[in-house]
């Protein structure tokens, strides 16, 4: 069974960057995704990306283009969410998330391993 844990979460004005890392255990060949949920709304997507041996497929919530990447170092089993220009509204806890399958998807219910979450707070 996969083991997923995220970190890198903390305290950001407005504007400011972040840099989140997920790590899975194993050697297994995972997409893998980032989701969030604010207090009192239901977790949404963020970004995903693929697994590839050349270049990842990678997909982004319309509310985040621009300003976050992901990417991926595949001989660590990790991901990286690279945020910037942090709104207020960025504010949730941010999950790490591996499928079984190789393939992008924006649907959590297609994921079957899930780290704890890390907390992002922007302030105003």
């Known amino acids: 069974q996969v083991q997923v844990v995220e970190s890198g979460g903390g305290l950001v004005q407005a504007g400011g960057s972040l840099r989140l890392s997920c790590a899975a255990s194993?050697?297994?060949?995972?997409?893998m995704g980032w989701f969030r949920q604010a207090p009192g709304k239901e977790r949404e997507f963020v970004a995903g990306?693929?697994?590839?041996?050349?270049?990842?497929?990678?997909d982004y919530a319309d509310s985040v283009k621009g300003r976050f990447t992901i990417s991926r170092d595949n001989g660590k089993n990790a991901v990286y969410l690279e945020m910037s220009s942090l709104k207020p509204e960025d504010t949730a806890v941010y999950y790490c998330?591996?499928?079984?399958?190789?393939?992008?998807?924006?649907?959590?219910?297609?994921?079957?391993?899930w780290g704890q979450g890390t907390q992002v707070t922007v302030s105003s």
């Open positions: 998330a591996a499928r079984v399958s190789e393939g992008l998807a924006t649907t959590e219910n297609l994921y079957e391993y």
């Open positions: 194993g050697r297994s060949k995972h997409a």
């Open positions: 990306i693929s697994f590839s041996w050349i270049i990842p497929a990678t």
